[in-house]
């Protein structure tokens, strides 16, 4: 089996294909947002490890103090992505990159590992079946049915900010929250303003763009959330049926 894997670094990442858009023969809005993003949390502590060829066979994990999710905690490593998809599944890549986001863990003297999931798994979250068998246990959770995740190797635990269990803003019309972590969020982000637009739907897109904005959403987010009518609806990237069904509540 090959496993022939490489990390991002400043030096490479001009260079790399970042996995999740590969078929795009020019450069892609989504990706080069995702590009500029990365180049400033690499020298955060952040871990971009991919298969060594155009594939989407990668994990990326940051220190969670520096993670760009309201989550707190001391000394862990989160998982913003883990993913393995079509040929390449079954082969044991999974398996080896969390083995190797576990063991430099261990490495770098951290409490643990975290990652978002939820009682129902959600499309565009990392596979919490998966994650365990490694060990990680259900340690926090929200009234909205997401679970924070973790593999404590002191017996300490994170645990979802106040604010992020909040899960109900002061704005009534469509918001959304979202940050270039994914590179799907710019083109879903201009499809869903272009429809709103076209329909007079009042809306608003908020970019997470600080730290200290991730730190302190109203809501659980990987790079992504909704809510309408005041109220958190998902973390999952929508596309225009499901926006519309959001509308019609």
């Not at 309201?70 to 083995?99: D, Q």
């Not at 076209?198 to 987010?221: E, G, H, M, R, Y």
Request: net charge positive; charged share 20%; with cysteine.
């Amino acid at each position: 089996m090959n496993k022939n894997f490489i990390n991002l670094t400043t030096e490479n990442l001009p260079a790399e294909h970042l996995c999740c858009i590969i078929r795009s023969k020019k450069p892609h809005p989504g990706v080069e947002a995702k590009r500029q993003w990365l180049s400033d949390r690499l020298k955060e502590g952040h871990v971009f490890r991919k298969l060594n060829e155009k594939a989407v066979v990668f994990i990326e994990y940051a220190p969670l103090e520096t993670a760009w999710v309201p989550i707190t905690g001391y000394n862990y490593y989160y998982i913003y992505c883990l993913w393995v998809t079509g040929a390449h599944k079954g082969n044991g890549y999974g398996r080896s990159l969390m083995e190797y986001c576990i063991a430099d863990a261990k490495a770098k003297g951290k409490s643990g590992i975290c990652m978002l999931g939820s009682k129902k798994q959600k499309a565009w979250l990392s596979d919490q079946a998966f994650a365990k068998k490694f060990g990680f246990e259900v340690v926090d959770t929200t009234d909205s049915g997401y679970d924070l995740l973790a593999l404590s190797f002191d017996g300490t635990t994170p645990q979802f900010t106040k604010s992020a269990k909040a899960q109900t803003i002061e704005n009534k019309i469509l918001t959304i929250y979202y940050d270039h972590q994914c590179p799907y969020t710019y083109q879903t982000i201009e499809i869903i303003k272009k429809y709103c637009e076209s329909t007079n739907t009042p809306s608003a897109f908020i970019q997470v763009d600080t730290l200290q904005k991730a730190k302190t959403l109203p809501c659980v987010f990987n790079n992504w959330a909704i809510f309408y009518k005041g109220n958190f609806e998902t973390v999952n990237l929508a596309d225009l049926n499901t926006i519309k069904r959001i509308l019609n509540k």
